[in-house]
């Protein structure tokens, strides 16, 4: 089936840098994909939907120039968080759909922990 | 899109039948309904998907009634490993590029 590759899947960083987090679909073409964080203990809260070629649509209450999104082709998306704090720290998750008529059409990837120091 | 609600968690014992319900009284014409399954530090994992009445796989069940307003999954005879976070969701995609919007979802918990 359709895989989502996601990385890193653990990263620690001090406070005040910027990291970046690459969601790929392997074996399909994602013209949309989802950004989702998840705190310990809670849901997955939906941050962004990333738009292959254009600008991301960010969820309310997301700060758009904190968490930029790039999705430059059709099988990547980036995910940047800049001047990273440690309330930032959180379970990053991207998903991407597919065409599939039938079963599964939203793939998730395996998610990526930050932890700022 | 569909709000959906779940028990927060669930008990049981291995080789069980578990049932989980969830309503989405809300529910479109256009929606499906898609159960997910979450271990700690993983991204979801596909359980399951259906529209309406029964739908089968090899790892569970999903009953729809025809008002469609309600699912329940049923995961037969479960173990210990299937001890994680169950997510009902419902909406229409991928055609209408729209994502999903994840309820809290029911922490079942399976003992020995």
């Known amino acids: 089936g359709a895989v989502v590759s996601q990385h890193p899947s653990r990263v620690i960083c001090k406070s005040g840098t910027s990291v970046k987090i690459e969601c790929r679909s392997l074996?399909?073409?994602?013209?949309?994909m989802f950004w989702y964080r998840q705190f310990p203990k809670q849901s997955l809260m939906l941050m962004a939907t990333?738009?292959?070629?254009?600008?991301?649509?960010?969820e309310q209450g997301v700060e758009k120039d904190k968490f930029l999104i790039n999705h430059a082709s059709l099988t990547l998306s980036t995910l940047t968080v800049t001047s990273a704090h440690p309330e930032d720290s959180s379970f990053y998750i991207c998903s991407a759909p597919t065409q599939q008529v039938f079963g599964e059409k939203l793939f998730f990837g395996s998610g990526t922990q930050l932890s700022v120091l | 899109l569909a709000k959906t609600t779940q028990p927060i968690s669930m008990d049981s014992y291995e080789g069980q039948e578990v049932n989980i319900t969830c309503s989405h009284n809300?529910?479109?014409?256009?929606?499906?309904i898609t159960w997910y399954q979450q271990f700690p530090s993983q991204g979801p994992r596909f359980i399951i998907q259906?529209?309406?009445t029964k739908v089968t796989n090899e790892v569970a069940s999903l009953f729809i009634p025809a008002d469609r307003k309600s699912s329940t999954l049923s995961l037969p005879r479960v173990s210990l490993s299937d001890t994680a976070v169950y997510y009902c969701?419902?909406?229409?995609?991928?055609?209408?590029?729209?994502?999903?919007?994840f309820g809290k979802g029911t922490t079942l918990s399976v003992s020995s």
């Open positions: 969701l419902v909406g229409d995609i991928p055609q209408a590029g729209t994502a999903l919007i």
């Open positions: 809300n529910i479109a014409t256009n929606d499906y």
């Open positions: 074996d399909f073409q994602a013209t949309t």
């Open positions: 259906g529209y309406k």
């Open positions: 990333s738009n292959e070629g254009s600008k991301a649509t960010y």
